[in-house]
């Protein structure tokens, strides 16, 4: 036999950390058999009764009241458990912090220490966004732990902070490593070259965890909260802390994880990270992109491989691919668009795959979207890849591969558009194929290029050359005659395509989608100082900061008007006059 | 000034190197000026006009009819090079191979080559079905070069080839390499461990040059034709081959490529993939997955990375994960669900979307996909992957890093479970956290475990510990005691939920989805034997198996009836009676 006793203690505060300490200390009270500490929410009600805890005289606790339940061998020893309750709390008073030191209010924590740019906020979620709003009026930086804010709050404060060049964390932001030092919950990871923001919390810890077990280090950490890059959200935050980090000379790779983000706010962040000169790994949970790299973006799809990728990368040092630097003043100003005669289906959608990261639109015999096919194959249309050995082309009459008859007589015409500025040739080897393919194609690429020049143009060809070098045509002997006619040769479809695609970016810049950032700048030092912060909420982030050597107070915090909504909005609203 | 004159030769049928070469001939003649030799299409006659051929004379043209076009300095030089056709054409046929000794038929030319296993087709598509139809009479593997054929007619031909262990690569494959012999376009490919199934010309013929340049070798690539992994084919030939790849001893790493295929059918083709046990890298074009690897399979974006891949395995020897040998017998009937127990979002995130390759549904408070969305956070249903950080649990209570009640709770409730075989547990170290969870956690795990032995059942307990060596709770010390506490302890995330996502499929492989292949088996002779073939159409791709030391005869083909259609149709019919 067992009886269950509960008693309310209507508008008493205390964090859920005192909350589940008293559990325990009631827990081993002699005849207790299991007890329970909460505040009065549905939720934790109906965990109560699944644990056999919810008393009949409890129900009717609110959101505000704390509820304290005992299961005990018998009446007495229940009665007794709950007896105890206000000298276990004293207890527990008396042996934490000297409180009498502690300021009562954001302002004078801010006048106790002035160097402190950081404000961390773990109390209850509806108290939370004012808390918020007045560290952001102090001018700090927020690390928004709590979570249970609204959507239209989380959006106010990350513009309010953005405008300032100020930067909230969270809502829901369980970690972040700034400056060596662990926000909410952080592993101790080796400090390095690899700098992160995550849109997740666990997501941060496992990835930073892998590095340092991985052999590598990070520089920062910094958390978004999960709905960052919602639609809504817009990536406020995750922008700013790319745009820290890719001026933080510290960092040489970044790595960005996120919950499933919003497509489009994905797609825009990726945007921005191709902006930047220096390596990016992308792990955003759910977001499959057709390719696994474009230009210094690296998509990984688990956070082993992030942490692994990352790791590498910060080992090679800061290894992007050097910026080519095309010399565009050879073009004429109407050359801008690329053609490209491909004698094979899949090569050409390979480049069609690569060229969508840098041209809006590419035009195709053969196009990965029916929407950019080409209205009649004999003509092409602004960007434009074909594929000879498409029907039209090979019925009746001899395969592009054997018979360059019609790749000739396209080159001359392409060359000759005045908007064309690029010439993509595949050309591919082996038995059954022509014989010297280059032996044609150098002579046509030859005159194609003098032909531009005497009008007053320049023409990049750029051929792409499939085989091997026990092919019957002799590989590197058709590479040389192609590159003495004047031709840059890859034997990467991929590469090509890439380089092509850049070339025509950077012809038509039109063309390129680029992202603005329109945020305020946030000063490098929120990162670089040593870190001083002023926690408000769960005592144990405080000592945990204490324990990592940070300057940090605590705020003796009370629900405002002891939780009285009405009463906090006339205050709120006195507050803003 | 210029003069173009044409020719219609009406039913006189030359296959297109033929015509290539006459053209080629007539532009040397003095005065000619461009020459144009074609089959009467439409298209042809539209890149007829767009070089300026288009003799009025020549537009009644049809498809079976040559058309010679000159264009010349004069009527006298055109004249001269129309009247000098015949010449050409009997001075290139007296310069070639020996005609007397060529069959007329494929019957007489299996008849010449007995031990010919394969017949190459590359006659005009219209034609090719039937050819392709009568080398399956005479149990012959088909290489169809020939486009142009219709869907119906290819579906017709892969699933008679299916019903007899044939293979038909095509239609419109372009390429193969069976044996160390390329059939068709071919690149000559160092011999080695990697056998590739594409479902693409160029493609095939991109990977394997990468793969040689890459040092890595081929066994075997076999071509499908562009259109077998389209819903309506359904990668009959894509099946075949990697059936015959997957039994092949030589082959130890295989390689999947494809033009943008049917998702369905690609999916299906993956999962058929994992049932081999050896490595297998797909690259489709366009098919983009949320994971870079399950299991044994492993996706590929470009062709470099494919190649790149694939010759890494290779070196590696065949280096598949060891399948586990789960001893199902430990486990009591019903035991059959997983359930997972998550302190953070991100964590469970990717748990699920690994799971998914191994479940076909998983339950959870934060589902990747609504449909699966527990009914009550309270009670799992089936498996369940449960994040105990939503704000359900955490709001008015301490967060399950902190505070393992709920956890501990929730463990005893699952593992009492009679259907539950397996629990995931994630353990978050580091500053903030709980200062030793394992302490309050291995009891508990040996609690479930002795409790379900007691009931007769076994219960695995795995347990994903995210922290560093440096962290304040001993990462070792925590890992030392969960496994003493017979947890099976994991770092990486992903690899527990592997780890479980096999378990839980093993323990009901109901929910296993698995692929039937009915098709018969095709011998492995037909990859194995030397190279002989029987070819009906392009002349060069005769000379090119010679070349490569392949035993090879030529059919002298004719259209039937002089591709008068009616008449085929009858002949067609006499044939089949």
């Not at 458990?81 to 008396?94: F, T």
């Not at 990070?218 to 959200?233: F, H, M, N, W």
């Not at 046509?444 to 990049?460: F, H, P, V």
Request: hydrophobic fraction near 45%.
């Amino acid at each position: 036999m067992s009886i269950t006793k509960g008693e309310i203690r209507s508008g008493a505060y205390y964090d859920s950390v005192i909350l589940m300490q008293l559990q325990r200390s009631l827990t081993e009270l002699p005849g207790v058999i299991d007890a329970g500490v909460i505040m009065g929410t549905d939720a934790n009600k109906d965990l109560l009764a699944q644990s056999d805890l919810l008393a009949p005289e409890i129900k009717a606790a609110g959101v505000d009241d704390m509820v304290i339940v005992i299961k005990a061998d018998d009446e007495t020893a229940a009665q007794a458990a709950l007896e105890g309750v206000d000298d276990l709390l004293a207890a527990r008073r008396s042996g934490g912090i000297e409180e009498d030191y502690r300021p009562k209010s954001l302002e004078s924590a801010a006048q106790m220490i002035p160097d402190a740019q950081w404000v961390l906020v773990s109390v209850p979620g509806r108290y939370a966004a004012g808390v918020a709003r007045s560290a952001l009026d102090l001018d700090k930086h927020v690390f928004l732990y709590s979570d249970n804010i609204t959507l239209m709050d989380e959006i106010e404060l990350k513009h309010t902070a953005a405008g300032k060049g100020l930067i909230v964390m969270g809502p829901d932001c369980g970690t972040a490593i700034v400056n060596g030092v662990g926000l909410g919950f952080a592993n101790k990871v080796r400090r390095g070259s690899i700098g992160l923001v995550a849109g997740s919390g666990t997501g941060l810890q496992q990835v930073t965890s892998r590095i340092h077990q991985f052999g590598g280090g990070i520089t920062q950490a910094l958390g978004t909260g999960g709905r960052d890059l919602t639609e809504q959200v817009g990536a406020v935050t995750a922008r700013q802390g790319l745009d820290l980090l890719s001026r933080d000379p510290q960092t040489q790779v970044i790595v960005l994880v996120s919950k499933p983000p919003s497509k489009s706010v994905a797609d825009e962040l990726v945007q921005t990270a191709r902006q930047i000169g220096k390596p990016v790994v992308v792990d955003f949970i759910g977001y499959s992109t057709a390719l696994r790299k474009v230009d210094n973006v690296y998509f990984a799809t688990s956070f082993d491989e992030t942490a692994e990728l990352a790791v590498k990368l910060s080992s090679k040092g800061a290894a992007v691919e050097p910026d080519e630097q095309f010399n565009l003043d050879l073009f004429s100003p109407d050359q801008r668009y690329l053609r490209g005669l491909f004698s094979g289906g899949t090569l050409a959608y390979e480049a069609l795959l690569v060229l969508e990261n840098y041209l809006p639109a590419v035009y195709s015999n053969a196009p990965l979207d029916k929407k950019y096919r080409l209205a009649d194959s004999l003509v092409s249309q602004e960007p434009t890849i074909l594929d000879l050995g498409e029907a039209e082309f090979t019925v009746g009459r001899l395969h592009p591969m054997l018979d360059n008859d019609l790749r000739l007589r396209r080159l001359e015409m392409e060359a000759s558009d005045p908007a064309v500025a690029v010439i993509l040739l595949g050309v591919v080897l082996g038995f059954g194929a022509h014989p010297d393919p280059a032996s044609e194609l150098a002579p046509a690429i030859i005159s194609a290029r003098t032909g531009a020049e005497k009008s007053g143009r320049y023409l990049e060809v750029v051929a792409i050359v499939t085989g091997t070098d026990e092919d019957p045509q002799d590989m590197h002997a058709q590479i040389e005659q192609l590159e003495a006619a004047g031709a840059r040769v890859f034997t990467s479809n991929d590469a090509a395509a890439s380089f092509v695609g850049r070339l025509a970016q950077a012809l038509d810049p039109a063309a390129a989608r680029t992202s603005q950032n329109n945020l305020a700048e946030v000063d490098l030092q929120a990162l670089n100082q040593p870190m001083a912060a002023i926690n408000v909420g769960l005592e144990t982030f405080t000592e945990s900061l204490a324990d990592q050597g940070a300057q940090v107070v605590q705020v003796e915090w009370r629900p405002p008007a002891s939780g009285d909504e009405k009463l906090m909005a006339i205050l709120e609203r006195m507050k803003s006059k």
